[in-house]
Nanobody, 120 residues
Framework: QIQLVESGGGLVQPGGSLNISCAAS????????MAWYRQAPGMQREWVAQ???????SYSDSVKGRFTTSRDDAKTTMWLQMNSLEPEDTAVYYC??????????????WGQGTQVTVSS
């Protein structure tokens, strides 16, 4: 089992920055991919970014160049540095962790989410 807790959300003005984090506990040695998703009101949850156990990151087109994700070597914490924030970035941001064996079991884990609001 893997537990995930996001933190660092809040209210920020357009053009501002925010850094949110995801703390993992439990069987963190099994984590392969850690990812960020977000869900705006009335919208489906969408993939934002992810980082592999090797530290390789990828981003959705909507955040590329503005957001950066990173994780520590122990795979216990992941961060999302968000710059040049826009009102369209307003959403609940969720942390997701996929074990190495998720392709076989379909198993993955989610945090409870942290609210990010971009507004003047």
């Amino acid at each position: 089992q893997i537990q995930l807790v996001e933190s660092g959300g809040g209210l920020v003005q357009p053009g501002g920055s925010l850094n949110i984090s995801c703390a993992a506990s439990g069987s963190t040695y099994n984590i392969n991919i850690m990812a960020w998703y977000r869900q705006a009101p009335g919208m489906q949850r969408e993939w934002v970014a992810q980082i592999s156990h090797r530290g390789v990151s990828s981003y959705s087109d909507s955040v590329k160049g503005r957001f950066t994700t990173s994780r520590d070597d122990a795979k216990t914490t992941m961060w999302l540095q968000m710059n040049s924030l826009e009102p369209e970035d307003t959403a609940v941001y969720y942390c997701n962790a996929r074990p190495y064996y998720s392709d076989l079991t379909g198993e993955d884990y989610w945090g409870q989410g942290t609210q990010v609001t971009v507004s003047s």
